[in-house]
């Protein structure tokens, strides 16, 4: 082999040049194979008995597979030098291990593969591909080197849940735990039902670590809170804003679909009410935008000209958008203390509107309303939220979707985890 081959490969290897006593290359058919003879080492001494009086006893080769393309149609094999204790008779072998007992995967191989397994774009599949290794073999080193530590509750959590139908277990949604200051999941459980979750904290509750939790945030979903209650026993359940107000906007959407089903399709009410919904429900537009010329309505108008003529198709129309913008203004602005001075009259508002489809929100808002105050507390300076869950489900559908191949639910948990986590790698 050439000079700069054998540089590669002392580099991939992780070798000194005083390590090795040779290194030999033949060519066989469209592949290479390379031998790397380790050099003696100066001072070995006995593992058992710490006797220095050792000898030279022959050697074993083992393979090693890289993940360099430079040495992808090679195959690399590592002579390692045998010894034998003169004193207490042991054998033993050369201690600079490039690779695990009995594999032939090297640790710059295992590395890289771990590394490639935080991107949730990446399959085991497809970075065991990059990795030179077959898929099994990814899957095999993933679960030898990847522990996930216990969980340790911290003061504030999150809980939520995602589909995943592609399981073992009869449900379609998982339950996962975040934790709300670290950005990071805790834990992630098979099932979001009741009987499931009592399962878990059952045995959790006795070593007391739940007492920890301070806060706990989640959706409105009345089996989180009987759990909540039953096992964070000092802790302040608080209702997820987003929630809330995903509640109410879905509310208004089909307020405004009934109105607009009352006129013709082709209906200059049919086509504001259509095409500029989003007037109704985004709040991040310049309203006093510069005027555009629009061929339906036959004028220059801008989108709060718009808007004013949306809410002018129906006094109903009117009512719901003004009432939804004065909790949305409320949840937005409000501290804990006006929270807690102006919600009974915004409840009080929602119920003499009468709407047909802010019934079921206004209920809720009666059946939520100590939670939906806790969600104005602050914890070291923010506000209590499901954000964090939001934003990493994300990651999570994108892991689900790519690993929907994997039933093995433990395998998938520790998946996320460690891609999520970023943590849990320990080579060994």
């Known amino acids: 082999m050439d000079l700069i081959a054998n540089q590669i490969l ?12 040779r290194i030999d290359g033949i060519a066989e058919d469209k592949t290479v194979k390379i031998t790397v003879t380790l050099a003696k080492r100066e001072k070995e001494c006995c593992p058992v008995c710490g006797s220095i009086g050792i000898s030279s006893n022959g050697f ?15 195959k690399v094999f590592l002579r390692v030098r045998r010894y034998l204790c ?26 890289k593969l771990m590394d490639l397994l935080k991107d949730p774009h990446l399959t085991f599949k ?25 969980v340790h509750w911290p003061e504030a959590v999150c809980m939520d849940e995602v589909y995943a139908k592609n399981t073992d277990f009869d449900s379609k949604y998982i339950c996962i735990f975040y934790d709300f200051q670290r950005h990071t999941i805790l834990d992630i459980l098979l099932d979001r039902k009741k009987d499931y979750l009592y399962y878990y904290f059952s045995s959790k509750e006795k070593s007391g670590e739940l007492l920890n939790v301070k806060y706990v945030c989640m959706d409105m979903n009345m089996t989180y809170r009987y759990i909540a209650k039953k096992y964070f026993k000092k802790a302040v359940i608080c209702a997820d804003s987003f929630h809330v107000v995903k509640q109410l906007n879905d509310s208004f959407s089909k307020v405004r679909i009934r109105i607009m089903k009352r006129y013709d399709s082709s209906s200059t009410e049919y086509y504001l009410l259509k095409h500029f919904r989003f007037l109704l429900l985004r709040r991040d537009i ?3 935008n510069k005027a555009r010329w629009n061929k339906k309505l036959g ?10 003529r949306i809410l002018s198709i129906d006094e109903e129309l009117d009512k719901a958008f003004h009432i939804k913008e004065l909790y949305i203004n409320f949840n937005i602005s409000s501290s804990y203390l006006e929270a807690k001075r102006d919600i009974d009259a915004i409840i009080d508002r929602f119920r003499r509107e009468d709407i047909p489809e802010y019934r079921e929100f206004t209920s809720m808002l009666y059946r939520w309303k100590e939670e939906i105050l806790n969600s104005f507390l602050l914890f070291k300076g923010k506000r209590l939220n499901n954000g964090v869950a939001e934003n990493i489900n994300s990651t999570v559908s994108l892991i689900l979707y790519n690993t929907k191949g994997i039933r093995n639910h433990e395998r998938r948990r520790k998946r996320i985890m460690y891609s999520v986590n970023k943590t849990g790698f320990l080579l060994k």
Request: charged residues 25%; aromatic residues 8%; glycine residues 6%.
């Open 126 to 150: 497809s970075a065991a591909a990059l990795c030179g290794i077959s898929e099994s073999t990814a899957i095999r080193l993933f679960e030898r080197h990847c522990h996930i530590q216990q």
């Open 299 to 308: 004028q220059y108008i801008n989108y709060r000209g718009l808007l004013e």
């Open 60 to 74: 074993y080769t083992k393979r090693i597979i890289l993940s360099d393309e430079n040495f992808r149609d090679t």
């Open 10 to 21: 002392m580099r991939i290897l992780g070798l000194r040049n005083e390590e090795i006593e």
């Open 86 to 111: 003169r004193d207490c008779k042991s054998g033993f072998s050369d201690g600079r291990n490039l690779s695990p007992t009995n594999s032939s995967v090297s640790y710059a191989v295992i590395m």
């Open 286 to 288: 310049n309203l006093d």
